[in-house]
């Protein structure tokens, strides 16, 4: 019984063991980002963990580098908060309200939509690059918020979470909706939606973060410093401020804390609606 016991717990030690190696292996990229923002100039990427850190680096970003050439860090920062946070608000009412149809509303062709956002969801979206481009250009949005925001409007993957969700909900509930007199806007805003909290929350965080890190779609999209994006700023940094490792590890800080922040705030939903998503 004893020795049961005994190799219960070291059973039980080695898998903590585990789970912590695994754990700091996921997490150390981020800190060595986080500690090489702070370090002192002379030890960025030249120690796993430096020993003298400074401000110099976020100082650099916002206040003018040595160079003397100001870079838009804030602007470019704000540029990405709203194209952003409007393009996930588009994907997101446009993917409610074409999976409401899909679900819960009778139309000829239905079927034939639905096979159609399937087959869309497989089809290799860089093949759309250059009409899209060209089409932006003829409506003259070129170099625009216009340009950033409406074609990043529309995500089928959305549509396809919340046509599944949707599904899932009983008709009884749309019936007795429309008994009252409720409009299937209505049904939609007052019912559907407050059900899906949990999983409004995933394809929130999901939109959100990869509209955040869209880099291709920006860089041809824009050319002026004015209408940058953070992650656009930083991909030129690999270039003639190379150099200057510190800030782009501040930059990158700053690039990715958005996200955290949102992952911790919303985590409880996010971990409701992943478990539906994974049943």
């Known amino acids: 019984m004893v020795g049961s ?18 754990l700091l292996v996921m997490v150390y990229p ?25 401000l110099k680096s976020y100082q650099w970003l916002f206040l003018g580098g040595e160079t003397g ?29 074409v999976a409401y149809a899909l679900s ?9 939509v639905n096979n159609f956002i399937l087959f869309h969801m497989f089809f290799p ?6 009409p899209s481009f060209l089409i932006v250009q003829k409506l003259g949005w070129y170099d625009t918020y216009w340009a950033l925001i409406i074609p990043k409007g529309v995500s089928l993957w959305a549509v396809f979470m919340y046509t599944n969700f949707f599904k899932a909900v009983p008709d009884a509930f749309i019936e007795a909706a429309k008994l009252d007199g409720a409009r299937d806007f209505q049904i939609l805003y007052k019912i559907m939606l407050p059900m899906s909290k949990s999983i409004t929350s995933v394809i929130f965080l999901f939109l959100l973060m990869e509209r955040w890190t869209e880099l291709l ?22 270039g003639p401020y190379g150099t200057y490792p510190g800030p782009l590890y501040a930059g990158s800080v700053l690039l990715s804390l958005p996200i955290i922040i949102l ?17």
């Open 263 to 279: 992952f911790i705030l919303f985590g409880k939903k996010f971990q409701e609606g992943m478990q539906f998503t994974l049943k």
């Open 69 to 97: 050439v100001t870079r838009p860090w804030i602007g470019s920062f704000l540029n990405s908060i709203v194209v952003s946070l409007l393009s996930t608000a588009l994907m997101m009412a446009f993917g409610v309200m």
């Open 125 to 130: 979206a860089i093949i759309l690059l250059i």
């Open 30 to 54: 981020y800190l060595y980002m986080v500690l090489n923002s702070l370090a002192d100039w002379s030890q960025v990427d030249r120690k796993l963990i430096p020993d003298a850190f400074t």
């Open 5 to 22: 016991n005994r190799n219960r717990k070291i059973r039980l030690s080695v898998r903590y063991a585990i789970a912590v190696v695994l």
């Open 217 to 238: 779609w920006d860089m041809i999209m824009v050319r002026s410093d004015h209408m940058l994006t953070l992650n656009v700023l930083l991909s030129q940094m690999f």
């Open 104 to 112: 819960k509303l009778r139309f000829r062709g239905r079927d034939t």
